[in-house]
């Protein structure tokens, strides 16, 4: 329920934003979003940004105006998040917002991507691949978000559809009473503040596909900007490129990303297929090639601008409709081509904006077709040339727009919420015998395994270690 706000102030507030991954010099999409956005809104408020995740380097992020703070387990970050008046959160222990509530700290949560659609097609959950395992961690996941309806003063998400997704459960989960609404509208409960660009453009030196890779300067290459999740389709592009090399040899395709930087997602199945394939196809390493570990954020312009043209694929599945794909911004960064498959939100704006070719699922005739045509020079730069007049509306000043001005006027705004109690579900009977052992072992290669471990607390012993765990 909405409790009635204090008199509004004039005063700075004082926001904690908690990571929800790696940040530092290797950093994944979720790294670098909560690093930009606590550096946006340094504009509106004194930042702390909170750093727990093991493998981080807080070292790399100074001079961005706001101050860094490490913390260890559950009771530090409590301290943390209660000597804030707003806390901007992702994935993040439930007692941490009930008791910074009570001390009068205000949560966002940020939505950015539709985690349940995204998990419950997923071939392992929190780093179960069986059943009913992952019937178990999917509603402990269901059960989080459950909560954060019902306890968050403001949330954001990266596009209509999936803002339409949010408010759908929003109401079923009983996080939108007809008392808290108040006249307010759609916007002023759930923000749009997708996934942005840096300002200016990507500079680099080094030509880290071509002279390191030993491709010619007049050869085509594609590239694929980053991991290969479950919902990826690696498989496709790879089809396409080693039939078109019949006859154009001078045709490359390049993954980077292959192994995530926190080191508990690791290197995906996905991967480990995609190179199969590519082995059994002849392109290994001979117009189709992967390059191991992960780039580096700040080293990542040195491999877009050695591309022609970049290229994005997917199966078609329940996380499609509401994916928001971050990689896509970077094609934008280097005013890249791109090829997409249909079904998602930016296969419509891509195709409406005149961005890239956009292909049917698992189409490797249409994606043979589609590299062909950005294989024309004229082509590339044509598409070039519309990419570079959307740019500026995806600069991080524009996607968080929506939030700086809720976070300006926070305390007419962002209404306190009273926090639910803990959600009290039958107990599950104990696994067998090795079973988290083994769902440990396995949960390297999910990547919504960090949410399963902060949220499944049947698992308590793995929950305690991880909550305790060093900060690096």
Partial sequence: MVTTPPPVSSRRPRVVVVTADVVGARMAGPGIRFVEIATQLTQVADVTLAVGIEGSDVGSLSGRGFSVREFRGRDELVALVSSHDIAFCQLIDDE??????????????????????EAIGAERIGGFDTQPEMDEV??????????????GSYFVTSNDRQRDFWVGFMMSAGGLLPSELRGRHTADLIGLVPFGMEDGDPQSDRRAIRRELGISEDDLVLLWAGGIWDWFDAETPIRAVAELRRERPDVHLVFYGTTHPNSLIGKPKNVERAEALARELGV??????????WVPAEDRAAYLLDADAAICAHKASFETRYAFRTRILDHFWATLPSIVTEGDWFSEYIETRGLGPVVGYGDVAGTVAAIRELSDPERRADVRRNVAAIREEWRWAATTSELKAMVADWESRLLPRAVPPREDRPEAPAPPVGMIARARSRASRSPIGTAYRGLRRRVGALARRLRHRPAR
Avoid: K, T, W
């Fill in 96 to 117: 941490v917002v009930r008791q910074g509530a009570a001390a009068g700290c205000r949560f966002i949560f940020d939505l950015y991507n539709a985690l349940p659609a």
């Fill in 138 to 151: 999917f509603n402990d996941v269901l059960s989080f978000f459950r909560f954060c309806m019902r306890a």
């Fill in 284 to 293: 290994f390493d001979a117009g189709v090639h992967f390059i191991e570990g």
